[in-house]
Each structure stands twice: as C-alpha cells, then as structure tokens.
C-alpha cells in the first residue's frame, strides 16, 4: 500500500503527499534521488569547469550524459541517470556571474546530508500534481516534471543563462539540475521514468521560521464567476488572486529595482512564448517595535537587499541555516513600515503556449473573458502580469480600495 506522510511546509504545498512511487506501489524517494544528484555533480566535475579558457557553448546546454554508475537501493531495483546539460548547469550554480554562487563542495554537502537524512515533502497546490522535496536544510526544491517542461527547458537553456548573467537579480525561480531517472527491471526494460528538476527554495528562510507566515499564488486574473474574494479566508492554504484584498508596500528605494526587475523577467518570458507562471509571495510578520522597525528598515541595503544583520533583527536569532551571498531579493524585501518581510520568486515558467493551451483557450473563450483565463498567448499573459506586479506592489498609500484581483477595480 502506498504510504502518505503529513508535514507542514511552506509554499504552494498541501498537508500530505506520497513519495515517488515505481510500477508495483513501493517508493523512491529523496534518499534515491539525492544519490542521483550526487552522482551527477561528481560526473559534472570531471569536466573542464567554470574557471577554463573554454566557454560554455551551444552543445553544452543540449547535451545528455547517461552516467555509467547505476544506482541500486536497498530494495534491489536498479536505476539509470540521465545528465541533462550538465555543464551548463554547474556554470549556472558555480559562477558567480549568475547570482548563484554555489561551491561544488557545498552542494554535494547539501545533497549528502539530504540522502542520510531524507526530507518529508508535500503535493503542489496546482492542479499538475507535482511533487516537491526539500534538500537538507531547505536551501533547494527537489520536483518531478512532464517530458514538455524538459524541452521546454533544453531549448531555452543558453538564452536563461544570458538572462541570469545579464540580471544576476532576476526574480524567476533558478534550476540548478535537470535529471531523468529510470527504473530498469531484470530483462533491461524501463518500467518507470522520472524527470526530475532541482531548484533553489524560495522560501528557504520562512520555511524554518517557527511562526505563521502567508502564502500567495498569484497571475493577475479577475476571478472567475462564483470564485470571488472571501475576506474569511486569512489562516491556512497558499491564497490565490481572488483572495486579494490588500497590497504590498515596499520602500521607495527597493520599489523602483524590484519593478524594473520583474519587468526585464517578464519580457523574457514572452520572448520565449512561456506563459502560465505566477508570483510566489510568502509574507513573514515581524512582530517588532516602532523602534525596531525603523532600524531594520534602515538597515536594509538597497542593492544587496536585506541583510544578514536585519534579517536577524526579527529572527532574534543568528541559529537557522541561510544562504550567503545570493541575489538581492532571496533572503526578504523589508515592506515600507519594517512590520513584514516579503519572500518572492517568479515560479513554473516552463509551459509554452501551444497546441494543448491553444486548445484550452479555444474552448474557454466561449464561457469566460480573456481576463479570467491563464491559458492565453505569452504576451498578453505578461503584459497582465507586469501590469497587476506594478499594481500590488506599491510605495506609497493606494487612494482606491483592492476587491479581489485588480482587474475589478478597473486598473487592467
């Protein structure tokens, strides 16, 4: 029987979820696939590295290695690694051009520790059914994909790696590993493939602070006919637009980057044709004085974002495990007044509009308003997008009142 565990995580994640599971209803979960993931750095390694005269290339990022170690748990099964790109990948993890700054000692660490200590994880709030695991200490997202999100990700790779070395703060969410693993029975035949995509965590520091903290989901559309704002609805679940009933106020000087960012983002994706994607926001309160706000507003460095010293200010502890070094945005956005930090990422930016969305918009135009729909072509989609980024995030007082997404109060 399939075993289910129940946990409590931050993000777009449901309270339970079944691991990965093979043909006959037995699991592989984090322990198998940090193996993999392992195995995959150190093939990766033996490969001429980010300091070389030689530059990254074309081929790079369409390559795929079949590493020659198999990987053979406890419960007998065999399993194949396939290596998407792997060299692109560790130039975009390792260098720092690209924001990452990721050692290769450190994230073998990060992946060791998660196979001798395998993380609970949880189903994704959307209706793909996604499974995501944490690594270790949370830093980096473990999720299986569909065979189209791999293309689609092969075939934009070398243009994501530009737009990561042009805008090193770029908000869209950062895939540092793209594996496939298959399980292979007795005769050599494959009875299960899955594709698996490695991420940073957005979420890294909320999801270990022991405090409530707020999750958004949000696209930019008007909510569809019986799906209104339900001003009820303030504990529990990821919120989705049409629970919109606030904004989200940030200094002048952050407000000004932050915008122009998310606008070279989404420009990105509808040069791409990529569509579908939403704003990740997860919201920690401070619970501090006047005082205290003032200070951690202040302190807060408007090109490196908020700092490890006013990060501690609200944790009131120096103890969690954080990443250094990362671009402006990842560790918290202090909001204007210093009483929340905001935690954002732009997230599931690999669906194409094409045949299947085409389709889906086909049938849905009938019953529903181009406003209401997330299967529409990319540019439109990014233009709504930016448009409701700049209405929602706000560095002064609004004079209108938000009801539900602001397509209703006639601002789209």
């Known amino acids: 029987s399939k075993a289910t565990v129940s946990v409590l995580y931050c993000g777009r994640m449901a309270c339970c979820f079944s691991l990965f599971y093979d043909a006959s209803g037995l699991t592989w979960g984090a322990e198998l ?9 150190k093939a990766s390694q033996q ?23 198999k990987l053979t748990p406890a419960s007998g099964s065999q399993f194949r690694i396939t290596d998407y790109s792997p060299r692109a990948f560790r130039y975009f993890r390792e260098d720092p051009r690209f924001g990452n700054n ?3 000692e450190d994230w073998i660490k990060e992946w060791e520790e998660t196979k001798s200590k395998p993380q609970s994880g949880a189903l994704g709030s959307g209706k793909s059914g996604a499974t995501f695991i944490p690594s270790a200490n949370s830093y980096y997202l473990i999720k299986n994909i569909d065979k189209k999100e791999v293309g689609v990700q092969i075939d934009t790779l070398k243009q994501y790696l530009v737009h990561f070395e042009r805008f090193p703060n ?3 969410m950062r895939h540092l590993n793209l594996l496939k693993i298959e399980e292979v029975n007795q005769n050599g035949s494959v009875v299960l493939t899955k594709y698996i995509l490695v ?37 529990g679940g ?3 637009d049409k629970d919109l009933l606030r904004d ?12 122009d960012q998310l606008e070279k983002d989404t420009e990105y994706l509808k040069s791409h044709n990529l569509m579908d994607y939403s704003l990740l926001l997860c919201i920690v309160k401070t619970n501090l004085s006047l005082e205290q706000r003032k200070k951690l507003v202040s302190s807060t460095d408007e090109n490196l974002g908020l700092t490890r010293e006013a990060l501690d200010t609200f944790l009131k502890s120096g103890s969690i495990a954080m990443r250094e070094n990362v671009q402006r945005y990842h560790n918290g956005v202090v909001s204007s007044d210093g009483t929340e930090v905001f935690f954002m990422g732009v997230i599931d930016a690999l669906t194409n509009y094409h045949g299947a969305k085409k389709l889906a918009n086909c049938c849905k135009q009938f019953a529903f308003f181009e406003s209401q729909l997330s299967t529409i072509p990319a540019e439109p ?32």
């Open 381 to 412: 989609y990014g233009d709504r997008f930016f448009k409701f980024m700049t209405f929602i995030f706000r560095h002064k007082p609004r004079k209108t009142t938000i009801v539900g997404a602001p397509n209703q109060v006639g601002v789209m």
């Open 102 to 104: 990721i050692s290769g």
């Open 33 to 41: 696939i940090a193996s993999a993931i392992i195995n995959s750095a």
């Open 238 to 240: 990821t919120k989705k």
């Open 170 to 172: 770029s908000l869209i």
């Open 47 to 69: 490969q001429p590295g980010v300091n070389t005269d030689r530059p990254l290339s074309t081929e790079d990022c369409r390559v795929e290695v079949v590493l020659d170690d």
């Open 199 to 235: 991420s940073e965590n957005i979420n890294d520091v909320p999801s270990k602070l022991k405090i409530p903290i707020e999750c958004w989901d949000l696209k930019g559309r008007i909510p569809k006919p019986g799906k209104l704002p339900h001003p009820s609805r303030t504990v």
């Open 248 to 259: 989200f106020r940030v200094s002048s000087s952050m407000h000004k980057g932050l915008i």
